[in-house]
């Protein structure tokens, strides 16, 4: 088992306009450690979405190396990619992505069902238990608030235990005060080891990260680079 869960090298990200070239990543190096909370920030259009994409082995780097948890992800191919998602990853994003004509407790029970685990139920039970929705089991997102879809989300992606928790502005949508109840749950999972890399604009929701990483068009432009000699936020201090 590797220190770093994420190295990564030299990662560029092009998409073809037309008979233009527009460069969303340059030159991109960061390391994380395994049971960090990272803040991924930047303006709209920095290139913090995509990075997490890449990381999520939602897309592929047009040029550099990705290795996650020492896996190579570069030589991958779909089946691949898609297997190591289901088994790695958590995924958490800002509209939920949830089935609307499902349960609380069947969208948590299907990343379980791509495994076949028998015991889905009773894990999708527990872990709404968990985020405090034990008593909505059997209610459907459109019946529920904004912060309860959000806390049905972390529960699916908690589903499978896995190593990366990735949330794209988990408390976009929310109000301030679902906000903090989800904050509250990452900086839980944070305190039992799990690892968090979360994007946001929001420089309050990011200072409750343990490291920042700070994008500007497309590039790292607080120097961190995953050099853990460094204090915990040092960039906010500049």
Known sequence: MTENIIQLEHIYKEFSLGKNTVQILKDVNTTIRRGEFVAIMGASGSGKSTLLNIIGCLDQPTDGSYLLDGQLINDLNDDELARFRNLKLGFVFQNFNLLPYYTAQRNVEVPLSYQNRKDRSMIAKELLERVGLGHRLNHKPTEMSGGEKQRIAIARALSTNPDLLLADEPTGALDSQSGIQVMGLFKELHREGKTIIMVTH?????????????????????????????????????
């Not at 343990?210 to 995953?226: A, P």
């Open 202 to 238: 929001d420089r309050e929701i990011g200072e409750q990260a343990e490291r920042i990483i700070m994008f500007k068009d497309g590039r790292i432009e607080n120097g961190d680079t995953g050099n853990h000699s460094l204090s915990p936020r040092w960039n906010m201090a500049q």
